[in-house]
């Protein structure tokens, strides 16, 4: 029930585990998960005094719960404390990474940096052995996206005009961005306009990829330029049947925005797939967004896998953004850009100029968007926790707290700093 999102219901199952078994720890546990990532911290708050007050002993993965909740109401000290209080070998394995993130997270709230620094490396090297990291393979990923922008640097196919659209008005506008980059605070934004359905990182183009896959017989695509109309109609259909399990009554009436940040590697094939669609590009100083990449237990993927090392996030990041950038010469995308850093001081102003960008007009419960981040359940990305709070500052350029082990990327990303309008 978890799994599937429906949250009360698994609370619900876990209070009868309890009725079965008052001293049940994984029940409390579980629970406390849920209420957490739902944002239920109150709830959170009850379920760990019941804890306390029913077991014997309250073990290692509770304490890691109570110093959350203490570090989710801003008490980073007292959360340390408690985190002092057993080693990350005493937990459950499942929780080992988030412990450790837990950890450097608060030494950074207390601005010390460098412990946090050694926290969230051995969060990483934690995941890298973790049997679910084992399941997959950083390099396929990182090789298919070197492969596909060598193939748009070199082509010379000559670009095809635009197919007509095989379901008129309905092309989706992709939010897209290099991860950590304010594309879940634009998420929560958006979906509070009246107009505007965002569907949150669901596999619509992964179905569409796999089906050109099947019909081309190959394990993966990498240029999509060559594709005939009828693949790519096939591929649009299969876009839009996943789709449809994803979109609320009546939500075709709205503009679709589909946010999904590393689709911003799949704009060749979204451009094929949907040749006059609209691209949001969320921007973040490229040093925040790839630190805070590595600062983040992700969900690994085969994509994520790739997060857990700084050269490979600040390799990919190069390569996202010339995928980008070639792509525009290309492909002439029609893309606005909304920069994380001007949002969180000005919000109305660069969301209006968003919506100008989509058609739309300002709408005053834009402002409230946090309400609806509560009222939705589940947000299923690691921003869940920060997209709930007032908006704050703090989180912009927060690379300089760590300079001295970003220096050495200088080069590398001094040339999209300039491009994006920022400074090293």
Not at 34 to 56: C, Y
Not at 130 to 149: A, G, I, V
Request: hydrophobic residues 40%; aromatic residues 12%; proline residues 4%.
């Amino acid at each position: 029930l978890k799994d599937q999102g429906q949250l009360d219901a698994a609370i619900d199952s876990y209070k009868e585990a309890l009725k079965i078994k008052p001293d049940y720890v994984d029940a409390y546990q579980n629970s406390m998960e849920v209420l957490e990532i739902w944002n239920k911290l109150d709830d959170l708050s009850g379920w760990i005094e019941k804890a306390q007050v029913s077991l014997e002993q309250v073990p290692p993965d509770i304490k890691y719960y109570e110093a959350k909740l203490l570090s989710r109401k801003n008490d980073h000290l007292k959360a340390l404390e408690i985190l002092e209080t057993f080693e990350g070998a005493e937990i459950s394995k499942i929780r080992r990474p988030p412990f450790l993130e837990l950890k450097a997270k608060c030494f950074q709230k207390i601005q010390e940096f460098d412990r946090s620094y050694d926290y969230f490396k051995q969060m990483n090297a934690c995941i890298q052995k973790s049997t679910e990291f084992q399941n997959y393979n950083p390099d396929q990923y990182f090789t298919e996206c070197t492969l596909q922008l060598t193939q748009i640097k070199s082509s010379s196919f000559t670009i095809a005009k635009p197919q007509p659209r095989s379901q008129p008005g309905t092309d989706p506008v992709f939010l897209v961005g290099f991860p950590r980059s304010g594309t879940t605070l634009l998420d929560a934004i958006l979906r509070s306009h009246s107009k505007i359905e965002v569907i949150e990182e669901k596999p619509m183009l992964s179905m569409a990829r796999s089906l050109i896959n099947a019909k081309l017989g190959v394990s993966n695509l990498v240029i999509s330029e060559t594709l005939s109309f009828e693949v790519v109609d096939e591929a649009k259909q299969a876009y839009f049947k996943e789709l449809e399990k994803h979109i609320e009554s009546g939500g075709f009436n709205n503009l679709i925005i589909d946010k999904f940040p590393l689709n911003i590697l799949q704009i060749p094939l979204i451009k094929k797939l949907f040749p006059e669609t609209k691209l949001i590009f969320s921007v973040r100083h490229p040093l925040d967004a790839i630190f805070s990449c590595w600062m983040q237990n992700f969900k690994l993927n085969e994509a994520m896998v790739n997060m857990v090392d700084l050269d490979r996030i600040v390799d990919l990041y190069c390569i996202a953004l010339e995928t980008l950038k070639f792509s525009q010469t290309r492909y002439g995308l029609e893309i606005h850009r909304v920069k994380y850093e001007n949002l969180v001081i000005d919000l109305q102003t660069e969301t209006t100029a968003l919506l100008e960008f989509l058609g739309l007009d300002w709408e005053a419960q834009l402002e409230n968007y946090r309400d609806t981040a509560l009222k939705r359940g589940r947000v299923n990305t690691p921003s869940y926790s920060q997209i709930v709070q007032p908006l704050y500052k703090d989180a912009s350029y927060r690379w300089k707290n760590y300079k001295k082990y970003l220096e050495k990327y200088f080069d590398k990303i001094e040339p999209w700093a300039d491009e994006l309008g920022y400074e090293l």
